[in-house]
């Protein structure tokens, strides 16, 4: 079993529309989560961080349940320019070391 | 300030053939890290450092070395390149501790081998 599972899309969605996203993770001790986008042939970037609260960017909300260890971002009112792979980052610590586990990423393609 | 940069872009090998990756990093950050990203794969760790002169083995170190002389620099060797060496190569670095500090990445370098 992969350490953080996503569903690989696409998501294929107008201009507008709401779109959400799912992330599972199995290590238990995973501290910190993370989205991060990634553009066709770019490197990622951070897009936020995932706080056990919930938390809110602009058109974007991510939320955390360790319970079921379950991430989920939501974007409304969705853009062109939100076009993009996004990928669940989780960190754990490995023998002392704080580790990123990356997803492999859903793809979002937002129509005109 | 230019954040994390790589050197080449864009490499294509022959198998057995050797060559070094570059990265750089302007932002006097403790922490350096080299990635490689394949389809369905997700990024996959190969080595990191957590400062200069140190290095330690990712998720997947095999057939790759690598070294950290310069706190500003971090070398990724590959000595005998194999057609399972073609990947997307990302170098990333961040601030070390305490907490967490955002993890800067490089934009990558495409290395074919054939």
């Known amino acids: 079993r992969k350490e953080v599972e996503q569903d690989p899309g696409p998501f294929n969605v107008p201009e507008g529309a709401t779109v959400a996203f799912n992330c599972t993770y199995s290590n238990s001790a995973s501290q910190s989560f993370f989205w991060y986008r990634q553009d066709c042939r770019k490197e990622p970037k951070l897009l936020m961080s995932?706080?056990?609260s919930g938390n809110e960017d602009g058109r974007f909300t991510a939320q955390l349940n360790r319970a079921s260890q379950y991430i989920s971002l939501l974007i409304r009112d969705s853009k062109l320019s939100d076009s993009a792979t996004y990928l669940c980052?989780?960190?754990?610590?490995?023998?002392?070391?704080?580790?990123?586990?990356f997803g492999t990423g859903t793809r979002l393609l937002v129509s005109p | 300030n230019a954040g994390v940069t790589q050197t080449p872009k864009f490499r294509v090998l022959k198998t057995g053939q050797s060559m070094t990756l570059l990265c750089a990093q302007d932002m006097n950050h403790e922490y350096m890290y080299w990635y490689r990203q394949d389809p369905g794969m997700g990024l996959r760790l190969i080595h990191y450092?957590?400062?200069?002169?140190?290095?330690a083995k990712g998720e997947v170190p095999d057939g790759y070395n690598v070294s950290r002389l310069k706190k500003q620099n971090f070398l990724l060797g590959l000595e005998s390149a194999a057609p399972s060496q073609t990947s997307v190569y990302f170098c990333?670095?961040?601030?070390?501790?305490?907490?967490?500090?955002?993890?800067?990445f490089g934009p990558g370098t495409r290395l074919t081998v054939l």
């Open positions: 995932v706080y056990s």
């Open positions: 990333a670095s961040r601030d070390g501790p305490p907490g967490y500090n955002e993890q800067f």
């Open positions: 450092s957590v400062g200069e002169g140190t290095t």
């Open positions: 980052v989780v960190m754990a610590r490995n023998t002392g070391f704080q580790k990123l586990v």
